[in-house]
């Protein structure tokens, strides 16, 4: 397969604040904190085994066919990895992309950077 889908996720804290972006593709899982924020490869959160692999890969594909959505157990691997990450916050799903094998790690660190360029916007307080 030449091509990876991975899926853009911003943690959501109690309190509605953006505690961090992460994208992840097979194989890949970057967080930055905040948009001034280092970008760290945080791939060690997860045993990337073949089915893992295909597992992560169906659940990208049925989140991008949804769109815009808290993520939960149905998805369960990437629940799991996004609560590793932040387990007080709610993950949501904010989009998904493909990139080359190949150039997999520097496509989805450019696409981590321009998203947390362009933030989205706070939730309402009502």
Not at 97 to 116: H, P, Q, V, Y
């Given at each position: ?53 295909d597992t ?10 949804v769109g ?35 150039f997999a ?22």
């Amino acid at each position: 397969m030449a091509a990876l889908a991975f899926g853009r996720f911003r943690l959501i804290d109690p309190g509605g604040e953006s505690v961090g972006d992460v994208i992840i593709a097979p194989e890949h899982i970057l967080l930055q904190r905040g948009p001034s924020a280092r970008i760290r490869d945080v791939s060690y959160l997860a045993l990337w085994s073949a089915a893992r692999i295909d597992t992560i890969a169906r659940e990208l594909q049925a989140l991008a066919s949804v769109g815009a959505t808290t993520v939960g157990m149905q998805t369960p691997e990437l629940h799991a990895i996004l609560h590793a990450i932040a387990p007080t916050a709610a993950p949501l799903f904010v989009g998904a992309g493909r990139c080359r094998r190949r150039f997999a790690r520097a496509t989805i660190k450019a696409e981590l950077e321009r998203s947390a360029a362009h933030p989205l916007p706070r939730a309402s307080a009502r």
